[in-house]
T-cell receptor
Framework: GENVEQHPSTLSVQEGDSAVIKCTYSDSASNYFPWYKQELGKGPQLIIDIRSNVGEKKDQRIAVTLNKTAKHFSLHITETQPEDSAVYFCAASPGSARQLTFGSGTQLTVLP | SAVISQKPSRDICQRGTSLTIQCQVD?????MFWYRQQPGQSLTLIAT?????????ESGFVIDKFPISRPNLTFSTLTVSNMSPEDSSIYLC?????????????FGQGTRLTVV
């Protein structure tokens, strides 16, 4: 089955700096890669996703890149703000969002 | 996006008892899933809730321990049976496809279960 590895497990950045979280996956059949943000006491919130026919996708301060050859994808957050502090999860699926395999999560702390 | 409501939001239960968690969506959805998130850990898929038929369970999860119902396209329940402290986790309902153009997965706020 699919295995998703996520790094780093914790990340601290100064407000205004950029943050990058990286994930690798094992199943070459995976073609859908979402990112979720989970704040304390809440369910995961979808923040951005990318499909295998696209190499990069941006939404304001958030971007995701995908390298299918190397089987890795990354989340980039620019101009970080304290409200970006949360746990971020990457995931992979062989088809849409039906069978999501999640990474282990990254605790992002943005220091004011 | 669809509005997903889970009940209860949290509970403290005695070992050996069972708890049923409800997931209600404000629109019809194609697929509903149940995930477990152990303390400080990632999300693990328990099963896919199938409307009108038995749920499809992932490796390591069985129907006797986690019976699931899905009587219609907007509602599902997960029961955690014969609970032990190891069942203390957050249980999350997830839905996909409330319109033909929506294929992303969205999550409820979760049910935080503590077994004592």
């Amino acid at each position: 089955g699919e295995n998703v590895e996520q790094h780093p497990s914790t990340l601290s950045v100064q407000e205004g700096d950029s943050a990058v979280i990286k994930c690798t996956y094992s199943d070459s059949a995976s073609n859908y890669f979402p990112w979720y943000k989970q704040e304390l006491g809440k369910g995961p919130q979808l923040i951005i996703d990318i499909r295998s026919n696209v190499g990069e996708k941006k939404d304001q301060r958030i971007a995701v890149t995908l390298n299918k050859t190397a089987k890795h994808f990354s989340l980039h957050i620019t101009e970080t703000q304290p409200e970006d502090s949360a746990v971020y999860f990457c995931a992979a699926s062989p088809g849409s969002a039906r069978q999501l395999t999640f990474g282990s999560g990254t605790q992002l702390t943005v220091l004011p | 996006s669809a509005v997903i409501s889970q009940k209860p939001s949290r509970d403290i239960c005695q070992r050996g008892t069972s708890l049923t968690i409800q997931c209600q969506v404000d629109s019809q959805v194609t697929m509903m899933f149940w995930y477990r998130q152990q303390p400080g850990q990632s999300l693990t898929l328990i099963a896919t809730a199938n409307q009108g038929s038995e749920a499809t369970y992932e490796s390591g999860f069985v129907i006797d321990k986690f019976p699931i119902s899905r009587p219609n396209l907007t509602f599902s329940t997960l029961t955690v049976s014969n609970m032990s402290p190891e069942d203390s986790s957050i249980y999350l309902c997830s839905v996909v496809g409330w319109s033909p153009m929506n294929t992303e997965a969205f999550f409820g706020q979760g049910t935080r279960l503590t077994v004592v």
